[in-house]
């Protein structure tokens, strides 16, 4: 079965930076196309990122652009989401979600997997 794990949220101060982790297991993450979304109480799950298994393509949401970077190292199975300049409207909760093939997906009901989620608050 496959989980994905995410660590990596905390709270960092308006400005700072935060490095999202992503860890697969029960399979390998070379055969899936990867994202990560976000999500914020009474709002729906929103795509700030998605790379195709196989590098080829980077997708990233307009608000993500410049701020986001997605990286994934398929040797360790795992994905990471950069986030620089945090504002306090980057509170929410992250996600990483994979999908079987397909190419790159903005809509959360295009994945097949979903992590439990970790949470950046942005406060001073």
């Known amino acids: 079965q496959v989980q994905l794990v995410e660590s990596g949220g905390g709270l960092v101060q308006p400005g700072g930076s935060v490095r999202l982790s992503c860890v697969v297991s029960?399979?390998?993450?070379?055969?899936?196309?990867m994202g990560w979304f976000r999500q914020v109480p009474g709002k729906e799950r929103e795509c700030l990122a998605s790379?195709?298994?196989?590098?080829?393509?980077?997708y990233y949401s307009d608000f993500g652009k410049g701020r986001f970077t997605f990286s994934r190292d398929n040797a360790k199975d795992t994905v990471l989401l950069e986030i620089t300049s945090l504002r306090l409207e980057d509170t929410a909760a992250y996600y990483c979600?994979?999908?079987?093939?397909?190419?790159?997906?903005?809509?959360?009901?295009?994945?097949?997997?979903w992590g439990q989620g970790t949470q950046v608050t942005v406060s001073s």
């Open positions: 029960g399979d390998r993450i070379s055969r899936y196309d």
């Open positions: 979600a994979a999908k079987l093939g397909g190419g790159i997906a903005v809509g959360n009901t295009q994945y097949d997997y």
């Open positions: 790379v195709t298994q196989d590098f080829e393509y980077t």
